[in-house]
Each structure stands twice: as C-alpha cells, then as structure tokens.
Nanobody
Framework: VQLQASGGGLVQAGGSLRLSCAAS????????MAWFRQAPGKEREFVAA??????TYADSVKGRFTISRDNVKNTVYLQMNSLKPEDTAVYYC???????????????WGQGTQVTVSS
C-alpha cells in the first residue's frame, strides 16, 4: 500500500482544514487507517483511526477532528475544526491490518503534510 497525504497548510487559530490521504494498492477497505502527527522536538503521536465507520480519537482532538474514509476512492480524510496552535505538526497517514492506535502496529506510512496554526 502506498499512501499520499495532502491538504496541509497555514491557518489561523479557530480555523479549519481537511487532510486527505489517497491509497494505492488492493484491499484498501481491510486496513485500519489512521492519522498521526509529529511536532518539532516531540515524538510522533496518535490523532485518529478508523476501521469500518466511526472513529477513535486522541483526547486532545476529540470533538474537534473527524476521521472518515471512502472505500470507493481509496481515501481517508481528517476534518480538523477549531484548530489551535498546539495542533501545529507534520501529519502522517498510516495503514495497518490490525486495529490499533500505536504507531508500531502501522506498516505503511505516507510522506506527511505540514499543518501550521497561527495564534
């Protein structure tokens, strides 16, 4: 599976962005898809994951971010609302055959897209 993330950018606090991650390869629907992020000087952290429908979220983004997927388009999305400066990071999409929130269980990673939230 190859993953290509897009949609990052610069936004003011309180604004919104939608990230997309397009997957190539077969059997996209069988993978858990997730978003992680890494801020400068910090470790990569879990943001959200989706297997079939609904989603699992980190406490820091719950109620503000929504993960969704389109199994026809082989794409996973992350709608980010009410953005805060602390959301600034490089965002990575990832795929796993397991249902997991820890990065070590994800075998496939996209290249990352920068999100910068100004105060």
């Amino acid at each position: 599976v190859q993953l290509q993330a897009s949609g990052g950018g610069l936004v003011q606090a309180g604004g919104s962005l939608r990230l997309s991650c397009a997957a190539s390869g077969r059997s996209f629907s069988r993978y858990t898809m997730a978003w992680f992020r890494q801020a400068p000087g910090k470790e990569r952290e879990f943001v959200a994951a989706i297997r079939w429908s609904g989603g699992t979220y980190a406490d820091s983004v719950k109620g503000r971010f929504t993960i969704s997927r389109d199994n026809v388009k082989n794409t996973v999305y992350l709608q980010m609302n009410s953005l805060k400066p602390e959301d600034t990071a490089v965002y990575y999409c990832a795929a796993s055959e397991q249902i997991a929130t820890m990065a070590r269980y994800y075998d496939y990673w996209g290249q990352g897209t920068q999100v910068t939230v100004s105060s």
